[in-house]
């Protein structure tokens, strides 16, 4: 697994209009070839901006540089640099090979989420477009659970 993340240091004034364009960009990730997760975060406030991190996850490195190599990429970013300057400076990147990941198989609390996907009994969920799946989990992922229903690390064959 590979997690992809930008830094971007955006001006305070600007955070409505990033946060927008993200929003309604159309991404084409579904459409990549290990392609897991995406998430933009919103850090911390500093004295002359905001911090801000696209964060996505990847079946693997390869997948992840195939999709900066891919024609959904350069589609998703046709209109980069149109707009006003939004940010200080370029975005910092850093990718990460993942070492280690730990999951829960308890299923989320009602409250959470938008409602796109329904939590059934027994640690799956239901999403949007119909796919049942072990709730909380990615495919590929180093662990199970055990049969009490903790964590099962099975780089270490421990309960968590």
């Given at each position: 697994m590979?997690?992809?993340?930008?830094?971007?240091?955006v001006i305070k004034e600007e955070r409505r209009?990033?946060?927008?364009?993200?929003v309604k960009r159309?991404?084409?990730?579904?459409?990549?070839?290990?392609?897991?997760?995406f998430h933009l975060l919103r850090g911390p406030e500093r004295e002359d901006h905001v911090l801000y991190s696209s964060h996505s996850i990847w079946a693997s490195q390869e997948n992840f540089t195939e999709w900066t190599?891919?024609?959904?990429?350069?589609?998703?970013?046709q209109h980069a640099g149109e707009h006003k300057p939004l940010?200080?400076?370029h975005p910092e990147f850093e990718g990460f090979e993942?070492?280690?990941?730990?999951?829960?198989?308890?299923?989320?609390?009602?409250s959470a989420g938008t409602g796109a996907?329904?939590?059934?009994s027994g640690g799956t969920k239901t999403s949007a477009s119909g796919r049942t799946e072990a709730a909380g989990r990615n495919p590929g992922a180093a662990q199970g659970?055990?049969?009490?229903?903790?964590?099962?690390?099975?780089?270490?064959?421990?309960?968590?």
């Open positions: 590979f997690i992809a993340m930008n830094r971007f240091k209009a990033f946060e927008d364009l993200w159309q991404s084409y990730l579904s459409e990549v070839k290990g392609f897991q997760a190599k891919s024609e959904q990429f350069r589609a998703a970013h940010t200080l400076g993942v070492v280690q990941t730990i999951e829960t198989m308890h299923p989320p609390s009602r996907e329904a939590t059934a659970a055990d049969r009490h229903g903790g964590i099962l690390d099975k780089r270490t064959d421990r309960c968590q």
